[in-house]
């Protein structure tokens, strides 16, 4: 919900990157998503909706607010943030990180390796079946998991490879 007026003083990000750079690794919920956003970021990054996949596979949801009120996270929030605004969801990110070391054991190499890596996908999130359990409409309707294969170019690669993985049986 950022709007070109809340933008329209902040500097470019060619103006701020560097006091950003020069981290080991970068952690972010969704890095794929930040990571396409800051290409200048060459370290390796850490995603914690990858990993809260992985660990909690089991969960309806991975989404930041979902796993803060699943988890029973409490992050010291400085007054006046809420939820789904940048700083706020970094101290909710960092809570995760902090829960998912605790209940897994990962070290930062093994969580970079399972961010590196695709994961299955429980539900569709888009198109006809939005909702619906993959594995499912894989029995019932493998045509569309093919048509979606073919002609959807801009699919992320976790769900080409659940996609490719139901397919395959």
Not at 8 to 31: Q, T, W
Not at 76 to 105: F, M, N, W
Not at 112 to 140: H, N
Request: hydrophobic share 40%.
């Amino acid at each position: 919900h950022i709007t070109e007026e809340m933008m329209a003083d902040a500097p470019f990000i060619s103006e701020v990157i560097g006091r950003y750079l020069g981290a080991s690794v970068y952690v972010a919920h969704n890095a794929a998503f930040d990571k396409g956003k800051l290409p200048q970021i060459d370290a390796p990054w850490i995603c914690t909706l990858k990993l809260a996949r992985k660990l909690y596979p089991e969960f309806e949801s991975h989404g930041n607010q979902y796993l803060r009120y699943r988890l029973g996270l409490k992050p010291t929030l400085p007054e006046g943030l809420y939820a789904h605004r940048a700083l706020y969801d970094c101290y909710v990110t960092a809570a995760l990180l902090q829960r998912i070391i605790k209940d897994s054991g990962w070290t930062p190499e093994q969580m970079v390796q399972i961010t590196e890596q695709p994961v299955l996908l429980k539900k569709f999130k888009f198109g006809k079946y939005r909702g619906q359990e993959i594995d499912r409409i894989a029995q019932e309707d493998p045509g569309y998991l093919r048509w979606m294969l073919k002609s959807i170019d801009d699919l992320s690669p976790d769900m080409k490879h659940t996609l490719k993985y139901y397919l395959i049986g």
